[in-house]
């Protein structure tokens, strides 16, 4: 398979402190690929490393076989890779249409959108609601953001997301917060969503990993761990010891 995000001796230093030593990661186009770790491990800095909200100490970082090393999110995004934040980012006061509308506005690149009437605007309509539609939330449409569940705000960012036509979507921790209802209703539409786009995820929930992932990459202390697939990476001695705990039996 060909590759859509590869790093290559990653690593990031704080102050004396090695976050993320020499990582080497490839991500498959068309694949699901979760990084997963104890706390402390360094996966969300090798996550925010990988999506350029940090700057590497060391190594390279290339995307669809460019060089992003330098590159700013923003810039990166242009490209089509797009993340996602643990946090759940819409804009509580406006619609749940006007929030993937104002996706489909970035996109254009049209800083003056702002300023044009509701009516001129509309256009923007028909697409914002297919993007609802494939996130399950056409019943929703017309809802301030505020009013809907935690589930279905995850959701609607996913939502405004795709609305930026990436061909890679990065999440982190996607189920975080998340009752059972909501997880396997976000599992379902990543699964969905990943027919024809490549995903890498920072994930807790390890069902949602075991049941969601082609490839897994375990870290521990900075350093890769174990990579493979779910039966490969559980059964690993070294991943229980660090994932579980030495007292696991």
């Known amino acids: 398979m060909s590759v859509a995000l590869q790093a290559k001796g990653l690593t990031k230093e704080f102050k004396g402190f090695v976050a993320v030593n020499k990582v080497d990661l490839t991500v498959e186009k068309g694949t699901i690929h979760a990084l997963i770790g104890p706390n402390g491990a360094g996966k969300t800095t090798c996550f925010n490393l990988l999506t350029k909200f940090l700057q590497p100490t060391a190594g390279s970082i290339t995307y669809d076989g460019r060089d992003i090393t330098k590159m700013l999110p923003a810039d990166i995004a242009r490209l089509g890779m797009v993340r996602s934040f643990q946090i759940s980012a819409v804009f509580p006061d406006l619609s749940v249409l006007q929030n993937v509308r104002v996706a489909l506005q970035r996109r254009r690149g049209d800083s003056f959108d ?8 509309s256009r923007f309509d028909d697409e914002a609601q297919a993007h609802l539609d494939a996130v399950g939330l056409s019943e929703f449409t017309h809802h301030r953001a505020a009013e809907l569940s935690y589930g279905r705000k995850r959701a609607l960012e996913i939502a405004t997301t795709l609305a930026l036509d990436p061909e890679m979507l990065l999440l982190d921790e996607p189920m975080a917060g998340m009752g059972q209802e909501d997880v396997a209703r976000t599992s379902q539409l990543i699964r ?58």
């Open 114 to 121: 702002f300023w044009r009437s509701e009516r001129e605007l």
């Open 192 to 249: 969905r969503i990943a027919k024809n786009r490549t995903i890498l995820m920072v994930e807790h929930n390890l069902k949602v990993v075991a049941d969601l992932s082609d490839k897994i990459t375990v870290l521990a202390r900075g350093e890769i761990l174990a990579e493979g697939d779910y039966a490969t990476v559980s059964k690993s001695p070294e991943v229980v010891d660090a994932y579980i705990g030495a007292g696991h039996d």
